[in-house]
């Protein structure tokens, strides 16, 4: 009777292992599966990054031509111009 006790026993023992064997192999798959996707992520993160430099050199760069062209083109030069001009027109006139 003993001996059947422990047969049960030892039955239930390999089913344990077992269970936590396939558990194991489960999770050391999840565990690759993740590092896969973080590895990934990162690489995604890296390249967003160096997107994100370029287009900030980018707006940089324009910002600095657009206040180029904002400082060379001055009003009261453009005033004295139209003014001349409009004298010109007028000297025609008469």
Same mark, same amino acid.
């Given at each position: 009777?003993?001996?059947? !006790?422990?047969? =049960?026993?030892?039955?239930?023992? =390999?089913?344990?292992? %077992?269970a936590t064997a396939d558990r194991f192999?489960?999770?050391?798959?999840?565990?690759?599966?993740?590092?896969?996707?973080?590895? &990934?992520?990162?690489?995604?993160?890296?390249?967003?990054? %160096?997107?994100?430099?370029? *287009?900030?050199d980018k707006i940089n760069d324009l910002? %600095? &031509?657009?206040?180029?062209? !904002?400082? %060379?083109?001055?009003?009261?030069?453009?005033?004295?111009? &139209?003014?001349?001009? *409009?004298?010109?027109?007028g000297e025609l006139q008469l």
């Open positions: 009777m003993e001996t059947a !006790r422990a047969l =049960e026993k030892l039955t239930i023992l =390999e089913k344990r292992i %077992s192999v489960h999770l050391k798959s999840q565990y690759e599966a993740l590092q896969d996707q973080r590895r &990934i992520l990162r690489q995604e993160i890296d390249d967003l990054r %160096s997107t994100n430099r370029e *287009l900030t910002k %600095s &031509i657009d206040t180029k062209r !904002r400082d %060379s083109f001055n009003k009261e030069e453009v005033r004295k111009r &139209i003014d001349r001009v *409009l004298e010109r027109f």
